[in-house]
Nanobody, 121 residues
């Protein structure tokens, strides 16, 4: 049973930083592709960052240079370091996993329950 559990969300002021974590279990972590997504109230879920099995990364234009996706395969954990946060980054953040590399398309098979990030101006 694949399980993804996000943590690290919270409330910060604009310009601040947060580090999200996604603990994965129930599958061979290294054989899956991983991504971070977010969804603000009234908006569609959008891709933020993705990483493949050899460490290649891809970012949405809105977060390039501010967010960094990484993973620790030994700990089966995915991370999202978020710097220079803006009010428009406010959303529920989800991690996702799949055997297919969907990059930033929100069609991954497995999803966590999300962690809330709120950025105040």
């Amino acid at each position: 049973q694949v399980q993804l559990v996000e943590s690290g969300g919270g409330s910060v002021q604009a310009g601040g930083s947060l580090r999200l974590s996604c603990a994965a279990s129930g599958y061979s972590y290294s054989s899956y592709y991983m991504g971070w997504f977010r969804q603000a109230p009234g908006k569609e879920r959008e891709g933020v960052a993705a990483i493949d099995s050899d460490g290649s990364t891809f970012y949405a234009d809105s977060v390039k240079g501010r967010f960094t996706i990484s993973q620790d395969s030994a700990k089966n954990t995915l991370y999202l370091q978020m710097n220079s946060l803006r009010p428009e980054d406010t959303a529920m953040y989800y991690c996702a996993a799949d055997r297919v590399n969907w990059w930033l398309l929100p069609v991954y098979k497995y999803w966590g329950q999300g962690t809330q990030v709120t950025v105040s101006s």
